[in-house]
């Protein structure tokens, strides 16, 4: 499984399909969704399905069309360790898929109302953010850290009744590092099969821009935050009231 920055492929797809980009002359060009006379086969087509990111060169000060791998890929960060048996376990890139296959045709359905039907995708939406979330490397290590938390013992024998166990030491200690990857795999796809869970709790607006004029950004804050904080007035922006 290959890593790469999915939170842009689904902003950059979104801004795409306005008549203007992220502040970037070059996303005119765009074809836009298939026609039903034009073949997906198209040098066009074929194009921006090899380079459906759109990234800005900041030595260049331009918006320039590239591929996950010209941005970057982690081979194998998604996996289970080698000698997992994939029979018995749902492979990360299945549950990934189903989203992922989905998210296109949700995309040009909300394009074609100019979004203004985006509500009745928004549970999708929300699911598919939360996949994100999920997977991102900090969820990823945040995860990794409660794991090495774990304490256990090596089964040894199970006892004819099927019920009891012997272990080989009485005194858990942490697991091994084939053992936290896995877990720390497993948790994150639970985490992604949550659905959208305390998302649901929240009232959502769509942004977007067809104006490359008044282009808008998101925030680097956190979305929500859970737990102790120091006590000092929070900042919004600006324009705050």
Not at 92 to 106: H, T, V
Not at 193 to 202: F, L, T, V
Not at 222 to 227: E, P, R, S, W
């Amino acid at each position: 499984m290959e890593r790469w920055p999915r939170a842009t492929v689904m902003v950059a797809h979104m801004e795409r399909n306005g008549t203007r980009g992220p502040g970037s002359e070059s996303l005119r060009s765009d074809p836009g969704p298939l026609h039903r006379n034009q073949r997906p086969t198209s040098p066009e087509y074929a194009a921006r399905q090899d380079k459906p990111l759109w990234c800005f060169q900041r030595h260049t000060q331009q918006w320039e069309s590239v591929s996950p791998r010209e941005i970057a890929f982690g081979k194998g960060y998604y996996d289970y360790t080698s000698e997992t048996d994939y029979s018995a376990v749902a492979h990360p890139d299945s549950i990934f898929a189903i989203l992922e296959r989905e998210f296109p045709q949700k995309r040009e359905q909300m394009a074609v109302s100019q979004f203004e039907t985006w509500e009745q995708h928004k549970d999708f939406l929300l699911e598919y953010m939360q996949m994100m979330r999920a997977r991102f490397p900090l969820a990823m290590q945040q995860q990794e850290a409660e794991v090495r938390k774990l304490r256990g013992s090596r089964i040894t024998s199970v006892g004819p009744d099927r019920r009891s166990v012997t272990v080989d030491s009485i005194e858990p200690r942490p697991l091994p590092e084939h053992a936290v990857r896995n877990w720390t795999i497993s948790r994150m796809l639970q985490d992604v099969q949550a659905g959208i869970s305390w998302m649901a709790n929240y009232d959502w607006c769509l942004r977007y821009t067809d104006n490359e004029q008044e282009p808008f950004c998101t925030t680097d804050q956190a979305l929500i935050v859970m737990g102790t904080i120091p006590d000092q007035p929070m900042s919004f922006g600006a324009n705050e009231n």
